[in-house]
């Protein structure tokens, strides 16, 4: 592309009185640009007449908008993708962070603010210097059909929903008949207003809707034997009673649900110990088979007490709450009432959790005579004619509660996701001597990978989704529900995280969208989520690659499978653009026509560094554009001021941090180096997965590099952040400037 250079420079939004801007003007200009204009509301209709004015009459390709944050006004900035636009953010994060005389320096009369402007100016000349403009990765006869695996409540409701809006579906089924989980119950919670009234589980309906969705292909009595490929083209082997049937999808939604926990280890609640102590879904069972007795005598059972959080909540079984139980026993308990009007019954609880519409039933349930009483069981004992003696505490009335002659006890047991149920799968990962290397280096949290039996993907990672602490398979716990750790495979209902019924009808319809804007972002060749409609993609330069497979170790999401000569081989589909192949990789050939690490390399070249004497230290902070760059951000728009030495470099993950990044910043002066990434470990906050804990892992080995340029380590810190945190951050950067000023300057400055 034979670039022409536009740098436009807006002086609305208080920058042009935080900075004089005929100076900012000029250093702009030093930088080799065609067209240099300034404009007092650059994002209004007279600013964007200009810029397309210079695109259009001067064959301006190349744009530097030096203005606010790119996280705002995207749209309007926006030329086409075969102009290259960088967003230089001189408003946030210069204007509204710094006093125009900041900086305590020798020169009191310069313009430091100005200084400021004009490097983050010059930073972005240089990465659009290497840049090219995006060319979408597109897939041939891309398939925007839509695979269900799992046809309970919320696989069902996911296949109606994606063939209603006009998406071809297949839904597959272990079973020989639809329904999952709604076979087994008697009945099901109130999901239509007044919400006070059990109903039936109608699966005879669901399938009747389903049969006449001509969208909807169903498969009974079928397993998935393999899935191949990538979002926009998968190829599934479906084994359907026997007979194989191949599938091409653009798109996955796992909807396995979830198995009750196992109730052996709850002998501390009579189970095992006594017969007429059961679970929710064995009194279900009974239900259904027309009666509720006690199985130590078949007689019917007519005093019942429910006890909540059986084994949940409880840090030495199943830590969490399951959402549904609360519910559920209500739910019983009304149709026990219902079949016997004599039957009482008993709630014993640690709180009661039946959020939403949910109050109404659990309303009637109290004024129609269940007693609740909420302390947790403190014995339980059996007589002689096979009734219990229950003792509890009682936290609302003092003491002690207890009734006695129960005939049936029913334990509230939670629920654990179908992909936590197998063996751990060990990865293979190659024998070569590179890889043998890379195994004796620290390692990131290795991905928990259960041989569940499910989807079988062929993915170099591990034939099932990566799960989370508890076997789910969700990808992020705050920010985006439904998605996993692969890329087009999205998880719906009990699978995902425990849920009752309503909530599954609702969460299914969520994972039919994401799913139908997984296929169509493909179509387009764009990413999806968290980088949705990101049109670059990584490409490999192959012929210096050294096979040691760091790339395919480290990608979050399983994009990059490997060849029979070791070779990575990446799926760009599959990619989320993160960049963490290219930080990993040690021979830097991982590149996006948008980001690189020279582009990277460059950037941080690009400012003008002080000299020593004139006592304006720099810092520069690689702030991960997730959560550090909104929190700094924040901090612009609300006015806080922060140290004026800092120079922030906006990177897609910090797992795309590469360690030459820090050795150019320490040879080109800068005092310290700061990563601001998101948290990470268990409850990691990462959009990426692991892309702060991977920089840290890197960092941690770059105090050799350090060493060997004479240069303390305490110079580079990282710093976990989130959005929140932006109130912190000018005492953050304080802090870290005052420890870099008792450190004194970098002795490589002036070299
Ligand atoms: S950019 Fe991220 S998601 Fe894409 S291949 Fe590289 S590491 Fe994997
Ligand atoms: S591309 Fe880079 S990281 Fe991946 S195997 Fe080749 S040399 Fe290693």
């Not at 006004?73 to 125009?100: M, T």
Request: charged share 25%; glycine share 8%; with cysteine.
């Amino acid at each position: 592309m034979d670039k022409k250079y536009g740098v436009y420079i807006c002086t609305g939004c208080g920058i042009g009185e935080a900075m004089d801007v005929d100076t900012l003007t000029e250093a702009a200009e030093e930088n080799s640009v065609q067209s240099c204009q300034t404009s007092s509301f650059l994002c209004g209709k007279e600013g964007v007449e200009m810029i397309k004015k210079d695109i259009e009459e001067e064959g301006i390709n190349t744009l530097i908008i030096a203005a606010c944050s790119s996280r705002v006004n995207y749209d309007v900035f926006n030329f086409g993708s075969d102009k290259i636009v960088e967003r230089a953010n001189i408003r946030e994060q210069v204007a509204w962070v710094h006093e125009p005389d900041a900086e305590d320096a020798v020169d009191e009369e310069e313009d430091h603010t100005g200084r400021h402007a004009a490097d983050v100016i010059h930073m972005a000349y240089a990465k659009v210097k290497a840049s090219q403009p995006v060319e979408p990765y597109v897939v041939e006869d891309v398939s925007k059909a839509i695979l269900v695996v799992g046809a309970g409540m919320a696989g069902i409701t996911a296949a109606l929903e994606a063939g209603k809006a006009g998406y071809k579906t297949v839904l597959v089924e272990r079973e020989d008949e639809i329904g999952g989980w709604l076979n087994k119950l008697y009945k099901v919670t109130p999901l239509n207003a007044p919400y006070t009234e059990l109903e039936n589980p109608d699966v005879e309906a669901k399938a009747k809707e389903l049969e006449e969705n001509p969208n909807v292909t169903v498969y009974t009595s079928a397993k998935i034997k393999k899935i191949a490929g990538a979002p926009g083209m998968f190829d599934a082997t479906i084994d359907a009673g026997g007979s194989e049937v191949a599938e091409r999808v653009g798109s996955i939604i796992l909807a396995t649900g979830s198995k009750p926990i196992e109730a052996k280890n709850l002998t501390h609640l009579g189970y095992g110990n006594y017969k007429n102590v059961v679970t929710h879904a064995e009194l279900e069972e009974m239900a259904k088979n027309g009666k509720i007795v006690r199985p130590s005598d078949g007689q019917e059972a007519k005093k019942i007490a429910f006890i909540q959080c059986a084994g949940s909540r409880d840090a030495e079984r199943l830590a969490y709450c399951s959402h549904a139980c609360c519910i559920e026993s209500m739910k019983q308990a009304a149709y026990v009432s219902e079949l016997n009007a004599d039957a009482m019954t008993y709630v014993f609880y640690k709180d009661i959790r039946t959020s939403g519409t949910y109050e109404h039933f659990y309303k009637k349930i109290q004024e129609t005579g269940a007693v609740f009483i909420k302390g947790d069981i403190t014995s339980i004992n059996e007589d002689g004619d096979g009734t219990l003696t229950l003792e509890s505490e009682d936290v609302l009335l003092g003491g002690k509660a207890g009734i006695d002659g129960v005939d049936l006890i029913v334990l509230a047991t939670g629920m654990a996701p179908t992909t936590a149920f197998g063996q751990e799968v060990e990865l293979e990962v190659g024998d070569d001597e590179a890889a043998a290397a890379s195994e004796e280096e620290e390692q990131a949290t290795p991905d928990t990978i259960i041989a569940s039996d499910i989807l079988n993907l062929e993915y170099r990672q591990g034939p099932e989704l990566p799960t989370l602490k508890y076997g789910f398979p969700d990808s992020h716990f705050i920010c985006f529900p439904y998605e996993t750790r692969r890329t087009g495979i999205f998880a719906t209902g009990t699978v995902r995280a425990p849920m009752d019924m309503a909530k599954a009808v609702t969460d299914a319809t969520g994972a039919a969208l994401k799913a139908i804007q997984c296929v169509e972002a493909t179509a387009n060749g764009a990413a999806i989520h968290p980088r949705s409609g990101d049109l670059s993609y990584p490409e490999f330069n192959l012929n210096r690659c050294t096979q040691c497979k760091r790339c395919t170790e480290e990608c979050p999401f399983g994009a990059i499978n490997e060849d029979e000569k070791t070779n990575p081989v990446p799926n760009p589909t599959r990619c989320r653009r993160c960049g963490t192949c290219m930080g990993a990789c040690p021979e830097r050939i991982v590149s996006f026509k948008n980001y690189s690490v020279p582009m990277i390399g460059n950037m941080i070249k690009g400012i003008e560094m002080p000299e020593e004497d004139e006592e304006m230290p720099r810092i520069l902070i690689f702030a991960c554009e997730n959560d550090a760059v909104p929190a700094l951000d924040m901090a612009g728009i609300n006015r806080l001021k922060y140290n004026p030495w800092v120079r922030i470099i906006p990177v897609r993950c910090l797992g795309s941090l590469n360690l030459v990044w820090i050795a150019d910043a320490m040879s080109e002066g800068y005092d310290g180096v700061m990563l601001l990434g998101c948290k990470h470990g268990d409850d990691y906050q990462c959009h990426f997965m692991k892309g702060s804990e991977l920089a840290e892992i890197r960092l941690s080995k770059v105090s050799e590099t350090l060493d060997r340029l004479g240069l303390e380590s305490e110079r580079v810190k990282a710093v976990e952040v989130n959005i929140m945190d932006y109130m912190n951050l000018p005492k953050m950067l304080d802090d870290f400037a005052e420890e870099l000023d008792e450190l004194g300057p970098n002795p490589m400055k002036d070299f």
